[in-house]
């Protein structure tokens, strides 16, 4: 990253923490699938993430820490994202989940629901399960609704 991070908002650094986590899941495998690239590119755009920004995030995304101070549907929506990109070359790896079960834990999800939400996550079809549906799922599973 370029001194003229320093300056990016907390949001800004949300947006990049978390396109940060969604290269792990598609790096956990060892390998970036062109599905898997094709849902970075949008998600990058959505995010407003530079092609320079692009590029050194998928060499090194370790580099971006977690910020997991985001309010509970937002990391739920940003669960859902990372379910997206689990499945998006519809192989899952054995990687992809022990990675998925690291960020749902740096999302800060309550530990003791972590296996549970990431085992409903996996079980979910993401091209027919909507973000809010996935929402009221996680919300009951966290016996928030």
């Known amino acids: 990253m370029n001194i003229s991070d320093i300056y990016l908002s907390i949001g800004q650094r949300r947006d990049i ?5 969604i290269v792990r899941i598609a790096k ?3 390998q970036i699938s062109s599905e ?3 849902f970075l590119s949008k998600v990058s755009k959505k995010y407003n993430i530079s092609d320079e920004n ?3 995030i998928l060499k090194f995304p370790e580099n971006i820490p977690t910020i997991a101070h985001l309010d509970c549907v ?5 669960l ?6 689990v499945k998006a070359d519809h192989k899952i ?3 992809e989940i022990m990675m998925l079960r690291r960020i749902t834990t740096g999302l800060a999800f309550p530990l003791n629901r972590v296996d549970m939400i990431v085992d409903h996550s ?3 079809n993401v091209e027919e399960v909507s973000m809010e549906t996935f929402t009221e799922g996680v919300l009951k599973l966290l016996k928030m609704k």
């Open 93 to 95: 790896q054995q990687e």
């Open 80 to 85: 859902y994202e990372l379910m997206v990109m």
């Open 17 to 21: 923490s978390h396109f940060a986590n």
């Open 36 to 38: 898997e690239i094709e």
């Open 54 to 56: 692009f590029k050194e």
């Open 74 to 78: 937002e990391r739920i929506e940003r």
């Open 122 to 124: 996996l079980s979910i």
């Open 28 to 30: 956990s495998d060892s």
